[in-house]
């Protein structure tokens, strides 16, 4: 078996963590489960500072240090928030409603960074990805073809691959 959790980034004013986010990020650290084998941000600094933040708060040492995979970064964020103003919605099925060929183009994109983060997996191994709403959301969609709920700031989904299946977890 092997296993990814996908984090999104605390409460943030702009790209940076508010004090509240940061609290927040240490907080959620307080409560992880070591040991991960891949640590991945998307490369936004309120990701990587979310990831950092629950590292301090684990107390946990990373000998593998943070990866940047853009690979989970949408470049069509303002598609996106138009997307999520007309649809009034902030789920995947929503914004299908309104501009489906985004949804299938990013969740393909998104599903095959979370497919190469599992084969870099060994069996047994864990990976902790940091990044953003709806587009860990296309990512899970992208790779189980499920559609989850939107994942609230510092919340998540651990995904479980064994063989060939994926389970999807909620993480408080």
């Known amino acids: 078996m092997k296993t990814v959790e996908l984090r999104r980034h605390t ?3 702009g790209d940076r963590l508010t004090p509240e986010g940061i609290a927040a990020a240490v907080e959620i650290g307080s409560r992880l489960t070591a040991p991960y084998d891949l640590l991945i941000s998307s490369g936004a600094q309120r ?4 990831l950092a933040c629950f590292l301090a708060g684990s ?5 593998a240090g943070v990866t940047v ?4 970064r949408s470049t069509m964020e303002e ?3 138009s997307v999520a103003r007309e649809s009034g919605g902030r789920d995947i099925g929503a914004f299908q409603k309104t501009d489906k060929a985004l949804v299938e183009d990013e969740a393909r994109r998104f599903g095959g960074a979370l497919r190469r983060v599992f084969e870099a997996l060994g069996d047994g191994g864990r990976a902790l990805i940091v990044g953003h709403s709806p587009m860990h959301e296309a990512g899970v ?3 189980t073809g499920q559609v989850i709920a939107p994942i609230p700031k510092g919340g998540g989904v651990r995904i479980v691959q064994d063989g060939r299946d994926f389970r999807i977890e909620p993480l408080t």
């Open 11 to 13: 409460a943030s004013d």
């Open 47 to 50: 990701a990587t500072q979310t």
């Open 59 to 63: 107390g946990l040492r990373s000998p």
């Open 69 to 72: 995979d853009e690979g989970f």
């Open 79 to 81: 598609r996106w928030f």
């Open 141 to 143: 969609y992208g790779l």
